[in-house]
C-alpha cells in the first residue's frame, strides 16, 4: 500500500505543484491549503508523513505543529518553508526535517523518502 | 453645567497680555503639522510679532554638529518696512497661520536680505573664549549687551550685520545641551530691553531647545524603525519572492518532462505567466512603499480626487456586486494633504473593503466635518472584520490577512496621515465589519 503524505501549503500554485509531483513518486497525497483542513483530514485518515508550510493566513504552521503534537506523536513532520531563518528556531522540537523550498524538490523528496523508510 | 473648550483656536486674542499671546501662539503650533525648521519660525514670530509684543528682530543659530551657524533673522529691514509688516500683522482676522505663512515666505524668498546676511556667520560651539553671540552658547548663560560697540567681547563681524547697540542672545538648551541661540533686538524702535521682556524671551528659548530636542529625538527613532522595518522587510520579501520563483521553477521542469499532455502543458504556462506577474507586483508595491519620501501637503479640494477614485474601473468593476453608498456632506472643505497620495490612501481603504467583504456585502464613504476642528472621510464595509491581536498589527509594514496582500496598504495609510498631521483611526469586531476613519486638517472653500 502507497504511503499517505498530508501536504499543508497556503499557496495555491505551490500546492498544486508539490501534490503531483509527490503524486508521481508513488505517494497518496492529501493536499490542503490551511491548518483547520489538515487537523480535520488528521481525524478523518491515517497519514504516514506530514508537511507543512509555517507562513499561513490563519493558524500557522507552528500551531498546527503544536495541535499535532498533543494529538499524535508518532507521525514525521518536515517543515517546508520560503523562510531559511525559522530553522535553529523549528527543528530541535517541532519537526524531523525543515526543508527550504526550492524550485528542485529533490531534497524534500530526499527527506520524504528518509523519513519514510526509516 | 459644563462648557467645552476647544484647544485648537485659530485666532489670537488681541487683548490678551503679551505673555498669553506669546504662549498661545506658541503652542498652538503644536497642532500644525509644521516642520522643525517651521516650528521655529513660529517662536522667532512670537517673539517679533507686532510692535507692541516682544521685540523687532530675531535671529536664529542653530547647532551643527560642533558648530553653531547662522539660519534665520526675522525682523523688518528697516523703519519703513516695519511699518508695512506691522500693518499687515495687526489686520483684523489675520491669525497666526497668516503670520507664519507671511513670516515663511519672508524668509524663503531670495530678497530676504536679512537671513542671507547671516548664514555664514559660523562659530565654534563649546569653545571656552568664544566671543559674542557664541559666548551665550559656551557659558549656557542669557546675555544681554548693552553699548556693544564698546563692548570688547562682541564679534566684529557680527556686529556689523547686527548694528545696534543692545541685543539679548538667549541659547537654545535642553537636557543641558546647546542646541542653538536667539538674538534679540530692537533695532527700530530703540525700546530698551527690559526684565519682563528677557523673562518672556528665556521661556521661548526653552519651548524652542525642546523643539530642536525633540524633533532630533523624533528623527533618531524613524531611523531605528527604519532600520527594523528593512529587517523584517528582508524577510518578508524572501518569503514573497521565493514562492512563486519556487511555482515557475516547479512547473518550468515539468514542461521539460517528456510526455506532458496538452492541457497541462497550457496550465503550467498559465501559472508560470500569473506568477510572473505576482512578482511584478511585489516588486511595483515595494517601490511604490519604499518611496523615500511623500510629497509635501496642501490644502486642496478633494471632489474631483474622489470621484476619479469612484469612477476608476476597479471600483467600477466591483460595484455591481455590492451595495455602494456615498454620503459627502454639501460643500466640500479643502483637505491638508498631498492629492496624489489622498487617492492612493482613499484607493487602499476601499480594496480592503471590498476584499473584506463578501458580495452582496455593503461598503459605504462618508465624509463629514467634525464639531471639533476635523474633516472626516471614513470607509465601512460589512465584512468579516478584525480580531483585535490584528487591530494592534494593522499598521506594521508586512503584516497581512489576506492570501496574496503585501502588508503595504494600511503602513502607507498611516504615513500619509502622519504626514499631513491627520489620524487615521479603525473600529472593527470581528464578523462586524470595519470602519476606517481618516481625519484631515481643513479650510472652507477658498
Known amino acids: 500500500m502507497n504511503k499517505r503524505i498530508l501536504l499543508v501549503e497556503d499557496e495555491k500554485p505551490l500546492c498544486l505543484l508539490y501534490e503531483e509531483e509527490l503524486s508521481k513518486e508513488g505517494y497518496d497525497v492529501t493536499a490542503v491549503t490551511d491548518a483547520d483542513a489538515a487537523l480535520e483530514a488528521l481525524d478523518k485518515d491515517p497519514f504516514d508523513l506530514i508537511v507543512t508550510d509555517i507562513r499561513m493566513p490563519g493558524k500557522d504552521g507552528i500551531e498546527l505543529i503544536t495541535h499535532i503534537m498533543g494529538r499524535r506523536r508518532d507521525i514525521p513532520i518536515i517543515i517546508n518553508t520560503a523562510y531559511q531563518s525559522y530553522k535553529e528556531d523549528f527543528m530541535t522540537w517541532a519537526a524531523d526535517a525543515y526543508v527550504v523550498k526550492s524550485s528542485s524538490l529533490d531534497e524534500l523528496k530526499a527527506k520524504i523518502r528518509q523519513l519514510l523508510d526509516r | ?446
Open chain 2, 1 to 446: 453645567m459644563i462648557e467645552k473648550f476647544d484647544f485648537k483656536s485659530s485666532e489670537l486674542e488681541r487683548d490678551a497680555p503679551k505673555e498669553m499671546m506669546l504662549l498661545s501662539i506658541i503652542s498652538q503650533s503644536f497642532f500644525q503639522p509644521f516642520s522643525l525648521e517651521d516650528n521655529l519660525l513660529v517662536t522667532l514670530t512670537a517673539l517679533t510679532s507686532g510692535s507692541g509684543v516682544g521685540f523687532n528682530r530675531a535671529m536664529l543659530f542653530l547647532r551643527e554638529g560642533d558648530r553653531l551657524k547662522g539660519e534665520m533673522w526675522l525682523g523688518p529691514g528697516s523703519a519703513q518696512e516695519a511699518g508695512d509688516i506691522w500693518e499687515v500683522l495687526s489686520t483684523p482676522g489675520i491669525g497666526y497661520i497668516e503670520i507664519v505663512e507671511h513670516n515663511r515666505a519672508l524668509v524663503r524668498k531670495n530678497e530676504d536680505t536679512l537671513s542671507r546676511r547671516i548664514r555664514d556667520l559660523v562659530y565654534a560651539a563649546g569653545e571656552g573664549n568664544a566671543l559674542i553671540p557664541a559666548l551665550a552658547s559656551c557659558r549656557k548663560e542669557i546675555l544681554l549687551v548693552k553699548g556693544a560697540r564698546e563692548e570688547p567681547l562682541v564679534d566684529r563681524r557680527f556686529l556689523d550685520i547686527i548694528q545696534v547697540d543692545e541685543f539679548l542672545c538667549i541659547p537654545l538648551l535642553a537636557r543641558d545641551e546647546v542646541l542653538g541661540e536667539i538674538v534679540l533686538d530692537n533695532a527700530i524702535t530703540r525700546t530698551p530691553i527690559g526684565p519682563g521682556d528677557i523673562k518672556l524671551a528665556s521661556l521661548c528659548g526653552l519651548i524652542a531647545g525642546n523643539y530642536i530636542y525633540s524633533a532630533g529625538l523624533h528623527r533618531k527613532l524613524l531611523d531605528m524603525e527604519k532600520t527594523a522595518a528593512m529587517g523584517e522587510m528582508a524577510m518578508f520579501v524572501t518569503h514573497q519572492i521565493r514562492n512563486p520563483i519556487v511555482a515557475i521553477g516547479g512547473f518550468a521542469d515539468q514542461l521539460l518532462q517528456p510526455g506532458l499532455p496538452e492541457d497541462k502543458r497550457e496550465r503550467n504556462i498559465r501559472i508560470i505567466r500569473e506568477e510572473i506577474h505576482r512578482l511584478e507586483h511585489i516588486i511595483f508595491q515595494m517601490g511604490h512603499f519604499l518611496k523615500v519620501s511623500l510629497k509635501e501637503p496642501v490644502y486642496f479640494d478633494p471632489a474631483p480626487v474622489i470621484s476619479s477614485v469612484l469612477d476608476s474601473p476597479e471600483v467600477q468593476a466591483k460595484k455591481p456586486a455590492y451595495e455602494m453608498r456615498v454620503e459627502l456632506e454639501d460643500g466640500l472643505p479643502r483637505l491638508f494633504c498631498d492629492p496624489t497620495s489622498f487617492g492612493e490612501v482613499l484607493r487602499n481603504l476601499l480594496d480592503n473593503a471590498f476584499d473584506a467583504t463578501p458580495p452582496g456585502g455593503r461598503v459605504s464613504v462618508r465624509g463629514y466635518r467634525k464639531t471639533n476642528g476635523w474633516y472626516v472621510l471614513s470607509v465601512r464595509d460589512t465584512g468579516k472584520g478584525i480580531t483585535n491581536p490584528d487591530k494592534d498589527r494593522l499598521f506594521k509594514p508586512f503584516f497581512t490577512t489576506k492570501e496574496k496582500g503585501m502588508g503595504l496598504g494600511l503602513p502607507f495609510i498611516k504615513r500619509v496621515m502622519d504626514t499631513c498631521g491627520g489620524q487615521v483611526e479603525v473600529r472593527s469586531r470581528v464578523g462586524g465589519g470595519a470602519l476606517f476613519k481618516l481625519y484631515f486638517q481643513y479650510r472652507e472653500g477658498e
